[in-house]
């Protein structure tokens, strides 16, 4: 069953709209309820202080989500780090997808990107268990030139022209493939491709006329350093909520490091 | 044994207790979950941020001006003492990865009296040690005042007090209102510090091998080499060496315990001890004995501008700044753990461990810290605050050694350490005999404070504590 998670910022007001709550009905959620603390507050202190309040809270979340269809649960967690949080949950839970959440109503038509080295394959698997049987319109973007995962002709093909034409060839064909295998699930779909400028700003460009973006995950890069997430980007300049497809090739090819490999980027995580 | 702590104090509190399951980057507990979020960068930049203010800073010119080079090997002593209390600490905080630090182990190992004892003196002798650095900041902005012109001869020692208080009060505003993520500053902070450091002792080896040469002035008092005063030196310095306890009060929030724990804590009092020996092996190589004792608190900047002329004097005075602050800073964190630990276990009033709903910050307990600094830091007294820092801690640090030894024996079934100290009862046994036996090198003066404030800790016990039982608990 595919699983959502849901992050709450749940002692500041933090509530998620009715329409990312709609959306989600076809699939399980778990409601992540977190706390930020200032350095000087140990978790435990905070704990003691806010949980019942933070539980309270967090259950009626989980309810309106369990309302709307799939199956709901929560947990809490007190951190100094949210991002930390995030990633070791929704690894904890094996989740597909962690929610950005934004504010929309009705979610008629969902903005899927595939643009960047992303796992494509895992984004449509999604895309079709979020939508299921309802009538909800996906549009397939791609903005040309930052290529396709697993495309290396396309990569190339980019390299030798780089002219944006040329490279939006590959990618067509590729975008081309992606909508049909959603129109074969039953899926209304369109596709969009974007010729010029940054990856990000066509994508925001084309967000209007969507309640919703579903986009991949990346690996942290310099400009996620300097800027932030591209998913927090996206959904600030959107906004409406995000869902952000969790990257688990690497996962899938190394399970059985998996447990060295947690060890070793322990002490390196908190640069 | 129980398990559980039990029994209530004078408001009919009682301890808190849960079962909790700890992982490697969580505590879970029955609702909820508390993220690890401190790597072994932040423990040992914890640790190392203490204690380098205060060693490097502070006391070359104290040490070296009373002994000379021998001061050297009162910086050793200390931190073979360290090391024999840092192994023994991360065996008890690998298995009791909690906050709160040595008076969790204490209260867990020997009980109720020793527990409340120790965690009150943990938080005074944080006090002291906060007040300590306070003050040896001040002496490093008047330096600077001096430096860019605004010389301040007569009531000096007033305007190093007025400087330390000021700085006392502002620390202690910034933690109730400050959300903004520090840590990040201090690991820069510490690096920064540290490769100003190596560079700077580098040069200086250099000189003192012949291969670069610069004038050092000339005098004649000699080195003293004894048992007696490299002890005596070695009880005054050894505030230099409180740090690695503090990365014990985070324990909770470190991440892959386990690892990083005995690894911080070692790994930060190898590193300072290095650079201590090291800074007073160049210093008094270059300044005599007399020298270094007119120049006092700020001796190092004397010895950098000695060796690389003003630039090297600046270099320490910004050095000097930023280590004390990074010390004052880390203390207080550490302050306010150490006083939530204690009144989670119902041995301070609950009201201790209040978080304020406006900024998320523990304001009683930073307050707890923050205004007894702020009077210690008025007196200006260093080598008094320093020596009942060390005294209060040296207490703590025998105990842990003693409770090691305990709690090994009555081994509680959740007793499950990942570090085990080798060599069976060896090390803790040791430890705990140089812990006790440095305090009897310290001056009456300090000794006298120092159990005056452990009996005012054993009498709040008495008085409000008494049916709290904590032994053997988890």
């Not at chain 1, 949950?89 to 979610?107: M, N, S």
């Not at chain 1, 991949?216 to 300097?226: D, K, Q």
């Not at chain 2, 041995?347 to 009683?364: E, F, M, Q």
């Amino acid at each position: 069953m595919t699983r959502v998670l849901v992050p709450v910022a749940v002692l500041e007001g933090g509530s998620v709209s009715p329409g990312l709550i709609s959306l989600l009905g076809a699939v399980d959620v778990t409601v992540l309820g977190y706390h930020v603390l200032p350095e000087q507050t140990p978790p435990d202190q905070a704990r003691l202080r806010f949980e019942e309040r933070a539980t309270s809270a967090l259950e009626d979340v989980s309810q309106e989500f369990a309302a709307a269809g799939g199956a709901a649960d929560h947990r809490l967690v007190f951190t100094h780090d949210r991002e930390q949080t995030i990633r070791r949950v929704a690894g904890e839970v094996d989740a597909d997808a962690f929610a950005v959440p934004g504010t929309t109503g009705d979610v008629d038509r969902i903005l899927v990107s595939l643009s960047g080295d992303v796992d494509a394959d895992r984004i449509l698997s999604f895309v079709e268990a979020l939508v299921g049987d309802r009538d909800v319109g996906v549009t397939l973007f791609l903005a040309a030139g930052a290529g396709m995962v697993g495309d290396g002709a396309a990569d190339a093909a980019a390299s030798e022209r780089p002219v944006p034409t040329g490279a939006g060839d590959g990618a067509d064909a590729r975008l081309a493939a992606a909508a049909d295998r959603l129109r074969e699930a039953g899926l209304d779909v369109d596709a969009a491709t974007a010729a010029e400028g940054s990856p990000f700003d066509a994508l925001i460009d084309a967000v209007p006329g969507h309640d919703a973006v579903v986009m991949g995950e990346r690996a942290p890069s310099f400009r996620s350093f300097v800027f932030g997430e591209e998913s927090e980007r996206v959904a600030a300049a959107s906004v409406g909520p995000v869902l952000v497809v969790r990257d688990r090739r690497a996962d899938d090819e190394s399970d059985e490091d998996v447990a060295s490999a947690a060890d070793d980027t322990a002490p390196a995580a908190d640069e | 044994m129980p398990d559980e702590p039990s029994g209530r104090n004078l408001d009919g509190d009682a301890p808190v207790a849960e079962s909790v399951v700890e992982t490697e980057s969580a505590t879970i507990t029955d609702d909820a979950e508390l993220e690890r979020t401190i790597g072994l960068t932040g423990g040992l930049a914890i640790g190392v941020g203490t204690m380098i203010g205060a060693g490097i800073f502070v006391f070359p010119g104290l040490a070296g001006g009373e002994i000379g080079t021998a001061a050297a090997a009162s910086f050793a002593v200390g931190g073979v003492i360290a090391l024999l209390v840092a192994l023994p600490t991360s065996e008890l905080a690998t298995a009791m990865p909690r906050s709160g630090g040595g008076y969790y182990f204490i209260s867990r190992g020997l009980g109720t009296l020793a527990g409340t004892v120790i965690g009150l003196s943990l938080w005074l002798g944080l006090v002291f040690a906060t007040a300590f650095y306070l003050v040896g900041l001040g002496y490093y902005a008047l330096d600077a005042l001096a430096q860019v012109g605004l010389a301040v001869g007569a009531g000096s020692d007033a305007v190093v007090s007025v400087i330390a208080v000021l700085a006392g009060l502002a620390f202690t505003v910034l933690n109730v209102t400050g959300t903004e993520n520090a840590a990040k500053l201090q690991n820069g902070i510490v690096a920064l510090l540290l490769s100003m450091l190596v560079a700077f002792l580098g040069f200086g080896l250099l000189e003192a091998f012949g291969l670069v040469a610069v004038d050092t002035p000339p005098g004649q008092a000699a080195n003293v080499w004894g048992a007696g005063p490299v002890l005596s030196v070695a009880a005054l310095v050894f505030t230099s060496y409180l740090g690695f306890a503090q990365v014990a009060t985070v324990a909770g929030e470190m991440k892959d315990p386990g690892r990083n724990l005995p690894l911080a804590m070692v790994g930060s009092v190898v590193t300072v001890t290095v650079l201590y020996v090291l800074a007073i092996f160049v210093a008094t190589n270059i300044f005599t004995r007399d020298a270094l004792l007119s120049a006092g608190e700020t001796a190092m900047v004397e010895v950098g501008r000695a060796l690389l002329g003003p630039a090297g004097a600046l270099v320490i005075i910004v050095g000097g700044l930023l280590a004390t602050m990074s010390s004052a800073n880390a203390s207080i964190l550490s302050t306010s753990r150490a006083i939530y630990g204690v009144s989670k276990d119902a041995l301070l009033p609950r009201r201790a461990s209040r978080i304020n709903l406006r900024y998320g910050t523990p304001h009683v307990a930073l307050g707890m810290a923050g205004g007894p600094v702020v009077v210690l830091a008025a007196t200006g007294q260093v080598q008094l605050l320093a020596e009942v820092a060390s005294f209060l801690h040296l207490i703590m640090y025998g105990l842990m050694c003693v409770a090691l030894v305990a709690i090994r024996r009555d081994r509680p079934a959740w007793y499950d350490p990942d570090f085990v100290v080798p060599g069976g009862s060896v090390v803790p046994v040791l430890g705990a005999l140089a812990s006790f036996g440095l305090i009897a090198f310290m001056d009456r003066l300090s000794i006298i404070v120092g159990i005056a404030v452990i009996a005012a800790t054993a009498g709040w016990y008495f008085y409000y504590a008494r049916d709290v039982s904590l032994k053997g608990a988890l």
